[in-house]
């Protein structure tokens, strides 16, 4: 292969011709996600693979000094392969002593390859991505670092919690109440103080600021039915959120869409044993009763206890993900 490697780390994007099937960088890791580094494979005046990498604020990783490999698209196999070597020996460079990938810099942005999938369409907030590509990185000597699964469950009325539990949440001063979408900013900035404290320890966690946290679900504003994002407070003090969804994307295909359960945090300071499963329970009811047939749990960590509450509801997996990952 005649093929030239390009490094761009100033600002800006260079104006570019894209192989016939790539998408282009600017749209798989914008500016604003400010990647140290990107580059790119050329031949013959077209770019057959680019690929961003970040590892200025990496996710740390004991022992390791991590850079991510993000923003990633590739023509075959082999462009993969000679990409994916340049792009090592840049983090090498950097100091960086693991690749990780997909990655745009850290678990809030696009992360993650679909490994396994059944034949049922992709689904709004999802990953999605060429079925080549976990076997292109695998043949570059990456390994599966972390999994991750998607379930789906039908809404039949069933509640996981006992009457006496959720008697004894409510005895505690708990109450359970949908978003205020009058003072929508405020209840982002509860919730984001919610999944600080409650994301802590999770697998290459990386705390976002509050502002990037504001501006990621402004942008998803409109499609926020209020109550289906149930805020728990106790002593009037927000202490564990859900937020669900419709899957707008099947309802575009012309589909029954089905309640995405996208995310679930309770403060462990909170002392709730159970209200993350009551919770649920109580964002299952409000979408059945909003005539929603089906849940799917999303995008859950393969140690994820939120899986415990998956089960109680007998999800049936429809998608698995892996994120890869290379020592250098």
């Given amino acids: 292969m005649n093929a030239t490697i390009l490094h761009h780390d100033g600002p800006g994007l260079p104006e570019i011709t894209l192989a016939e099937g790539l998408e282009s960088p600017a749209a798989l890791a914008p500016e604003s996600e400010h990647p140290d580094d990107r580059i790119s494979l050329i031949e013959d005046g077209r770019t057959i693979a680019c690929a961003s990498l970040w590892w200025t604020e990496a996710p740390p990783l004991e022992g390791e000094r991590v850079g991510c490999i993000g923003g990633f698209a590739a023509r075959d196999g082999k462009a993969t392969a000679i990409l994916l070597e340049a792009a090592e020996q840049r983090l090498r460079e950097a100091g960086c002593t693991l690749a990780i990938g997909p990655m745009n810099g850290n678990t809030w942005r696009r992360h993650r390859y679909v490994i396994e999938s059944s034949a049922r369409g992709p689904f709004l907030l999802e990953p999605r991505n ?28 069933s509640s996981v919690v006992a009457p006496a539990l959720k008697a004894r949440l409510e005895r505690s001063g708990l109450i359970i109440r949908p978003l205020h979408a009058d003072r929508y900013d405020d209840e982002l900035r509860a919730i984001h103080a919610i999944s600080l404290r409650s994301f802590a320890n999770n697998f290459l966690y990386t705390p976002l600021e509050e ?13 926020v039915d209020p109550d289906l994002v149930r805020i728990a407070e106790k002593d009037s003090k927000p202490c564990g959120f859900v937020f669900a969804i419709a899957d707008l994307e099947a309802a575009a295909r012309g589909e029954k869409p089905a309640l995405i359960v996208k995310t679930l945090a309770v403060d462990p300071e909170s002392r709730c044993a159970g209200l993350g499963s009551l919770l649920v329970d109580e964002v299952h009811r409000l979408g059945r009763e909003k005539g929603f047939t089906e849940a799917i749990h999303a995008l859950q960590h393969e140690t994820n206890t939120s899986l415990k509450i998956t089960g109680r509801h007998q999800g049936t997996p429809i998608r698995r993900y892996a994120l890869f990952s290379k020592s250098l």
């Fill in 130 to 157: 060429p079925v080549n590509y976990p076997g292109w990185w695998r043949a570059s000597g990456y390994r599966e670092l972390s999994r991750y699964s998607s379930s789906a469950m039908p809404l039949d009325g």
């Fill in 211 to 223: 502002e990037g946290f504001l501006d990621a679900y402004r942008k998803v504003k409109d499609r």
